[in-house]
């Protein structure tokens, strides 16, 4: 579909150029016919006598006045029918070759006007009855061009050494194409280029020379032709030229080079840094489709690796994750499922730094999920937490839009991930499964701090480490649970989990380091009963804080709490006296 607007551009371009260039050889040939009879209008006065003739000397000093006149306008018929009348009274061949051949220029342009007329009143009569803005063009009964290319053909025949063959060729070319002829218009271009190689249409005849190898399925020929526009960087017809041109390389399995084409092409696209979301819909079609062939060539010659390789030798591009991404669906449409994960995976492990990077490791975990395959999902989760948690450096560089597009399933997976884990190692009884699933519940925590399921993550964590014998980390997770969070449902559990490791930490301390600990857990069940005065166990939990605390001297605090511990005792009875009544 780009690659005929590109025709269809051209096409217009081409047809203001030529009709331009026509109106000026009008103006030229009207210009000679009337030099002509300006000077037999001279002849015809100087027939009455000799004497009355004017030389040269006696003309040099005359001054002659001419008033400026605008030239009549005229019709093409006009212009034809004059045209021909010249053609046939006039004794000059070169004079009469130019009239002959603006007859088959003015015949070659009432054909493409009578194309296009038929096409949009064919176009037009459609869209009235289909009541659709698009219409499939009937090209039936469009002009026949085959009697403008005879004209140019005895141009060239009874003309072989004008100098004007350079544009009846290129003409008759034209009329050959129109007239769905491409052999012939092949064949005419072909001698063009032959007999005027420096021809100031070479660059586009040499790319409709590959235009019409290529439809030939004459690979070769064709890569040649585009070849030759190639040389020059600010030809119009360069972009379209590199595009096919990687086409025939492809076509002649020659993969590598035609990947060279499609990366220059590619490179003109994003040189400027462009974004693939900022280009206009027909430059994204050229763009996906350059990006389908380039992924079909590593997909038939060794994949992402063939890939990583490219990459090395010619240099990282911009637009890369496209191609990734693009190989990685191709294999997808394949079913080839650990091949397009691996794609994937691989442009994250090349480019760990990159925008795109999580977001392919999120695929990867897509791809892995639903074609199940549970321990390389396990791997693949473990591998977009570890890279791409909230705590690592790569989010200072990259914008929050990406943050909150990723985070869910960071969070999704570092939960799935601590859980499993911690099943795995109730089961297994490891001292390593236990430490990867406190890693995970530690980042979790640590990466969402506010989030609402935090709390239960964290006490979970406590839980974990309590099952290792690690009560000294269990006693401190267990705390935070309890007292760095709003309230929650197990915010008292913890408080109380709490006191019982330290109370187990107690039973291995001695001396001074004993002490240090009973006046740590006095102060933490004093924190308990605080936070927690309807607690069933608070009473009992500030009872023995006042004992503790009179066997530690601290004889003032010991009073107050064991009033309190009384005071709460009076309200639990007048409570429960209250219900008794009630009932």
């Not at 974004?275 to 038939?300: A, C, H, P, Q, W």
């Not at 695929?363 to 937490?385: C, H, M, N, R, T």
Request: proline share 3%.
């Amino acid at each position: 579909m780009a690659l005929q607007k590109w025709f269809d551009k051209d096409s217009g371009f081409i047809k203001t150029r030529v009709k331009f260039m026509r109106q000026l050889s009008d103006m030229k040939i009207l210009h000679s016919i009337i030099i002509a009879g300006f000077i037999m209008t001279m002849f015809a006065c100087s027939s009455g006598g000799r004497q009355d003739m004017a030389t040269l000397e006696s003309l040099e000093n005359r001054k002659i006045k001419v008033n400026p006149q605008e030239l009549p306008t005229a019709s093409k018929v006009d212009a034809k029918k004059r045209y021909q009348e010249f053609a046939k009274s006039t004794d000059n061949q070169e004079l009469r070759a130019v009239a002959m051949e603006r007859l088959a220029d003015i015949e070659l342009e009432n054909k493409q006007n009578e194309k296009f007329r038929e096409a949009e009143l064919k176009e037009a009569e459609q869209r009235a009855r289909l009541g659709s803005d698009t219409a499939v063009v009937d090209t039936s009964k469009l002009g026949d061009y085959s009697s403008v290319a005879q004209q140019y053909e005895k141009l060239l025949k009874r003309y072989p050494d004008s100098k004007d063959n350079e544009k009846i060729l290129y003409q008759l070319a034209r009329a050959y194409d129109l007239s769905a002829q491409p052999e012939q218009s092949l064949k005419v271009l072909t001698r063009l280029m032959k007999e005027f190689p420096e021809n100031k249409h070479a660059e586009e005849v040499q790319f409709r020379r590959g235009e019409i190898y290529f439809s030939l399925s004459d690979f070769k020929n064709a890569e040649h032709a585009y070849g030759y526009v190639l040389s020059n960087r600010d030809s119009p017809f360069y972009e379209r030229s590199l595009y096919k041109h990687g086409w025939a390389l492809f076509k002649l399995n020659r993969l590598e080079q035609s990947r060279y084409s499609f990366y220059k092409l590619l490179d003109l696209y994003f040189s400027s840094g462009r974004n693939y979301e900022n280009f206009k819909r027909s430059e994204k079609e050229l763009i996906d489709d350059t990006m389908r062939v380039v992924g079909l060539t590593y997909s038939f010659e060794g994949g992402v690796n063939t890939l990583k390789q490219f990459s090395r030798q010619y240099g990282a591009r911009n637009y890369e994750s496209l191609i990734y991404k693009e190989l990685g669906n191709q294999y997808l449409r394949q079913e080839r499922i650990e091949d397009a994960a691996n794609v994937f995976a691989n442009y994250a492990e090349v480019y760990p730094n990159s925008r795109e990077a999580p977001l392919f490791l999120v695929e990867v975990i897509k791809i892995y999920e639903k074609g199940g395959f549970p321990q390389k999902l396990s791997a693949a989760k473990g591998d977009l937490v570890t890279r791409y948690a909230i705590s690592k450096p790569f989010w200072s560089r990259h914008d929050r839009q990406l943050l909150e597009e990723v985070s869910p399933y960071i969070k999704n997976n570092l939960d799935e991930l601590a859980r499993h884990h911690h099943a795995q190692a109730q089961k297994s009884k490891k001292a390593s499964d236990y430490k990867v699933a406190a890693h995970w519940y530690r980042e979790y925590v640590t990466s969402f701090p506010s989030d609402e399921k935090a709390p239960q993550m964290n006490f979970l964590l406590a839980e974990n480490l309590m099952e290792t014998k690690e009560y000294l980390a269990a006693a401190t997770e267990y705390e935070r649970t309890a007292y760095s969070y709003a309230p929650h449902k197990q915010s008292a559990e913890a408080g109380y989990a709490a006191l019982l490791a330290h109370q187990t930490i107690l039973g291995t301390l001695k001396g001074d380091q004993r002490t240090a600990k009973r006046h740590e857990i006095v102060d933490s069940a004093l924190k308990f009963a605080q936070s927690f005065p309807k607690d069933k166990r608070t009473a009992t939990v500030m009872l023995k804080a006042a004992e503790e605390l009179l066997d530690l001297k601290r004889v003032g605090e010991a009073s107050t709490v064991a009033r309190q511990v009384l005071e709460l005792e009076k309200n639990k009875k007048k409570a429960d006296q209250q219900l008794v009544a009630s009932a």
